[in-house]
């Protein structure tokens, strides 16, 4: 596999050649037209509410909270870039932990009455800086995601997980160290987080939220209900049980909290963990059995995609009232390429095992059947990073056929903040902001230190973390 750098290729048609001879199938816009004509810049009805244009911002945490859960000048500065793109849609802003034991480490947002009035404050700072920069909020939404995270906690310490699990996974408790007779949360501890996922809901509207995000991906809690087919009791196996979390607390936010929206961020589909193989390259674990079962959105192959499942949730959600839904897939602790798709790893991934563009052609195909599955959804695909200067052909392409209502991502924005204000403008792409995929913001966390686009946001470079991460990527 020789995958070509996207920077090298200068015209669409070179795009295109590239990639037919490597059998990706990706629609792509000849031209971004400007103004009226561009479908990125149609506004979008939801619910009543206009949404300005069709650019959404993914939730992008950067384990740069205080030790309790408030932010800090760091995630001001990307909350504040984050208003600043141009996107009309803010899917969540980064996770925030409905309580402690649920945070993916010890930096991590929390949303509880002790932080509800910062919490606030950067709301409004996003929209202020909006305001500033466009004149008009009244056309942008913006929502916060909650988290519990689940078999990924690690609330106190960055070396130490504290993991609250549903079922044990043969594969991911050995991968990630947790003993086969550790306790698994019962359905009385289930329930008593549902209370505290409705009371956050509470919260986040009085801090001005227009909706909430009941996160079901990557991995954590929310999206491992999905893949408990062995657990016992109200919480497992049938697809109904499955569900069960997703539906009470969707009645309780409904109930207490009548205002919000509710949006859900879903891993559409999973695949069995890969790890470092020949090369370095990835490649999926062992497994000594016909079926593997743990793969929300899975065949059952371990790689590969029966969306019938998916298709189910999306129409419970439709069911429960729910409209809004992010599609995104695995999760980045161990099926990285699937879920942020780069060319460079993070420290603790594997070489790309496939061309990086195929992850992004599987996502983008992977939304537009459930899009046209479940079409009274609003839709908003994801992991568009990669495509780099090829991204607003795609995006454009995307929105025209219909294959998605938004265009979320997430790494871009870090490195280029006001990259959809430049594409919805008609300018030329700032190359030297371009993500390129180095992965540094996901390896930085991974070393204990804060997230940032080290590579390209001169920002980073005053910090001391710049220096730490530069020795400890040396050392591994
Ligand atoms: C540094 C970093 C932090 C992230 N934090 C979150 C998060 O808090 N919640 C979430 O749902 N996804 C998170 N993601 C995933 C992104 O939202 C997005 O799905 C992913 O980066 C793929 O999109 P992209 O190719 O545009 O970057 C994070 C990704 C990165 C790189
Ligand atoms: S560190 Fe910067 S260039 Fe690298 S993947 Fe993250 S956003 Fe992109």
């Not at 740069?64 to 996107?87: E, I, K, Q, Y």
């Not at 800086?129 to 909650?146: A, C, E, F, M």
């Not at 509470?202 to 995000?213: N, P, W, Y």
């Not at 499942?309 to 980045?332: D, M, N, Q, W, Y």
Request: aromatic share 10%.
């Amino acid at each position: 596999m020789n995958i070509r750098r996207l920077a090298s290729i200068n015209t669409t048609d070179e795009f295109k050649n590239y990639l037919s001879e490597n059998n990706i199938t990706l629609p792509v816009a000849e031209n971004i037209p400007v103004g009226k004509n561009s479908a990125l810049n149609r506004p979008y009805l939801l619910d009543g509410k206009t949404i300005g244009n069709r650019f959404c911002i993914l939730p992008m945490e950067g384990w740069d909270g205080t030790a309790d859960g408030h932010p800090t000048d760091l995630v001001r500065r990307r909350w504040s870039n984050f208003g600043r793109s141009g996107a009309k849609l803010i899917w969540g802003g980064e996770a925030a932990a409905v309580r402690m034991d649920g945070r993916a480490n010890p930096h991590q947002l929390m949303i509880n009455e002790d932080t509800l009035a910062d919490i606030a404050d950067l709301r409004q700072l996003l929209v202020t800086t909006h305001k500033d920069n466009y004149g008009n909020t009244d056309d942008l939404l913006v929502g916060l995601q909650l988290t519990h995270s689940g078999r990924f906690s690690c609330p106190h310490d960055s070396k130490i997980r504290e993991p609250s699990i549903l079922y044990h996974h043969p594969l991911l408790d050995k991968k990630f160290g947790i003993p086969s007779d550790s306790a698994v949360m019962t359905d009385d501890d289930i329930s008593r987080l549902e209370l505290d996922y409705i009371k956050a809901a509470e919260l986040a509207q009085k801090a001005g939220f227009d909706f909430v995000d009941v996160k079901h991906c990557h991995g954590y809690l929310g999206h491992e209900f999905l893949s408990a087919v062995e657990r016992p009791g109200r919480f497992g196996g049938s697809f109904e049980n499955r569900t069960r979390f997703l539906s009470d607390v969707v009645h309780g936010i409904r109930s207490k909290t009548p205002g919000i929206s509710i949006g859900v961020r879903l891993s559409a589909f999973d695949f069995i963990p890969f790890q470092k193989g020949e090369n370095g390259k990835g490649e999926p674990v062992k497994y000594d059995h016909d079926h593997y079962p743990y793969a929300f959105g899975g065949d059952g192959t371990g790689t590969g995609i029966d969306l019938t499942e998916p298709i189910l949730f999306l129409k419970k959600l439709l069911a429960l009232g729910v409209r809004l839904v992010c599609i995104t897939a695995g999760s980045p602790y161990y099926v990285p390429h699937i879920q942020r798709p780069a060319l460079f790893p993070p420290s603790d991934a594997y070489q790309p095992p496939e061309d990086p563009l195929v992850g992004v052609a599987r996502l983008i195909s992977a939304t537009s059947a459930l899009k046209r599955a479940v079409p009274e959804l609003t839709v908003v695909g994801s992991g568009y990073s990669y495509l780099q200067e090829w991204l607003p052909n795609v995006a454009e392409a995307v929105i025209a056929n219909g294959d998605a209502d938004f265009i979320g991502y997430g790494r871009m924005v870090l490195s280029y903040p006001d990259f959809a204000v430049d594409v919805l403008n008609g300018r030329a792409l700032k190359k030297n902001r371009i993500c390129r995929t180095f992965s540094d913001c996901t390896t930085a966390p991974r070393m204990g230190l804060v997230s940032g686009c080290f590579p390209l946001d001169e920002y980073y470079r005053g910090l001391p973390d710049y220096e730490a991460l530069a020795n400890a990527k040396k050392k591994s």
